[in-house]
T-cell receptor, first 115, second 110 residues
Framework: DTAVSQTPKYLVTQMGNDKSIKCEQNLGHDTMYWYKQDSKKFLKIMFSYNNKELIINETVPNRFSPKSPDKAHLNLHINSLELGDSAVYFC??????????????FGPGTRLTVL | SQKIEQNSEALNIQEGKTATLTCNYTNYSPAYLQWYRQDPGRGPVFLLLIRENEKEKRKERLKVTFDTTLKQSLFHITASQPADSATYLCALVRDDKIIFGKGTRLHILP
């Protein structure tokens, strides 16, 4: 059983489109995250949700909107896609946040290419 | 501003030798430091966690040290094998904030 799953694995789209990436975790964790890994492999946190509530919202354009329907799911919706949004997006989860139980479990990533 | 640096982008080590990777940080006081492994096309996988009051942690062939005075963590892989080739990321954690380094690509040469 996959612990953290994301769909789709690959996403190729035109500039200006709106797209969503879905994430689900079956670990029973309370906290979920979205990360962006750019072409230079730098992994940067975008959002974190704890029990469906937004905890961290780093400096991310408001074209990015996370939605957590329940604590096992955290979806990422992106409006008006731009070339610079091309990257690999990773979903992750942890049992808690900020403590010794915040070990991150990552999904396989979604490679987004904006043309 | 907070900064985290991993010693080099790439490191080549002969099989059987010990690989040592460095993680330095400034303007930050992490409560925990974590090391992850990332293979191409995959998400990072957690390896080890070390707390600020711990000097050393071991797990099989892996050893991590944490020096809060030097603001540095060292990650060692002993008796390295080609299967250890991957990118290794360090991450600093305090409260609800986690920061990842850019990673070091380790190549174990047969």
């Amino acid at each position: 059983d996959t612990a953290v799953s994301q769909t789709p694995k690959y996403l190729v789209t035109q500039m200006g489109n709106d797209k969503s990436i879905k994430c689900e975790q079956n670990l029973g964790h309370d906290t979920m995250y979205w990360y962006k890994q750019d072409s230079k492999k730098f992994l940067k946190i975008m959002f974190s949700y704890n029990n469906k509530e937004l905890i961290i919202n780093e400096t991310v354009p408001n074209r990015f909107s996370p939605k957590s329907p329940d604590k096992a799911h955290l979806n990422l919706h992106i409006n008006s896609l731009e070339l610079g949004d091309s990257a690999v997006y990773f979903c992750a989860s942890s049992q808690d946040i900020g403590g010794s139980t915040d070990t991150q479990y990552f999904g396989p990533g979604t490679r987004l290419t904006v043309l | 501003s907070q900064k985290i640096e991993q010693n080099s982008e790439a490191l080549n080590i002969q099989e059987g030798k010990t690989a040592t990777l460095t993680c330095n940080y400034t303007n930050y006081s992490p409560a925990y430091l974590q090391w992850y492994r990332q293979d191409p096309g995959r998400g990072p996988v957690f390896l080890l966690l070390i707390r600020e009051n711990e000097k050393e942690k071991r797990k099989e062939r892996l050893k991590v040290t944490f020096d809060t005075t030097l603001k540095q963590s060292l990650f060692h892989i002993t008796a390295s094998q080609p299967a250890d080739s991957a990118t290794y990321l360090c991450a600093l954690v305090r409260d609800d904030k986690i920061i990842f380094g850019k990673g070091t690509r380790l190549h174990i040469l047969p």
